[in-house]
């Protein structure tokens, strides 16, 4: 069974970079499209973008300037990193697997809630 | 971009009920729906993709049907354990984007 596990600073300051990191057990990384998806407080879900195994990646467009992704294969990992942030960017961040037919999200991390706050 | 429109925001209902949930895209998707169960403080689950198809594992009282940009979820007979949010998600030009979400509640 696929497991996925979100970890990083759960508070960062105004204008700094917001970095997770999502760890994948219980099968490879390998060959799987890999999302970020976000959720702030009673609100609906946003996806933040997407990386292969590659390196190969696509960003929304809303996001695009600020995101940056990155996959370490050796480690089962990928991370993302999300600068400029601002009182808007609290959320919960979840990482996802997109399924083999890269349409939708089969499994989902339980989430990590980043507040930005001086 | 592809907006998602669900209706409604809240439906009230009772178990054993026939739930519907609508999802309306703002250009046609061909099938590429998807839609998700979300209860508090959880990640979305999977229930049914391609518009129709079922997620293994998922209780056939959960059925989507539509295609291009009209879509609906229905639970045929509503249990205790389906009172959350359920969130419909479209694919189309490497962007994924989700409805705002219907909260199902015990009436």
């Known amino acids: 069974q696929v497991q996925l596990q979100e970890s990083g600073p759960g508070l960062v300051k105004p204008s700094e970079t917001l970095s997770l990191t999502c760890t994948v057990s219980?099968?490879?990384?390998?060959?799987?499209?890999w999302s970020w998806i976000r959720q702030p407080a009673g609100k609906g879900l946003e996806w933040i973008g997407r990386?292969?195994?590659?390196?190969?990646?696509n960003y929304n467009p809303s996001l695009k300037s600020r995101v940056t992704m990155s996959v370490d294969t050796s480690k089962n990992q990928f991370s993302l990193k999300l600068s400029s942030v601002t009182a808007a960017d609290t959320a919960v961040y979840y990482c996802?697997?997109?399924?083999?037919?890269?349409?939708?999200?089969?499994?989902w991390g339980q989430g990590t809630l980043v507040t930005v706050s001086s | 971009d592809i907006q998602m429109t669900q209706s409604p925001s809240t439906l009230s209902a009772s178990v054993g009920d026939r739930v519907t949930i609508t999802c309306r895209a703002s250009q046609s998707i061909s099938s590429w729906l998807a839609w998700y169960q979300q209860k508090p403080g959880k990640a979305p689950k999977l229930l049914i993709y391609k518009a129709s198809s079922l997620e293994s594992g998922v209780p056939s009282r959960f059925s989507g049907s539509g295609s291009g940009t009209e879509f609906t979820l229905t639970i045929s007979s509503l249990q205790p354990d389906d009172f959350a949010t359920y969130y419909c998600q479209q694919y189309n030009s490497y962007l994924w984007t989700f409805g705002q979400g219907t909260k199902v509640e015990i009436k």
């Open positions: 990386i292969y195994t590659s390196g190969s990646t």
């Open positions: 219980g099968g490879s990384i390998s060959s799987y499209y």
């Open positions: 996802a697997r997109e399924d083999s037919s890269g349409k939708v999200f089969d499994y």
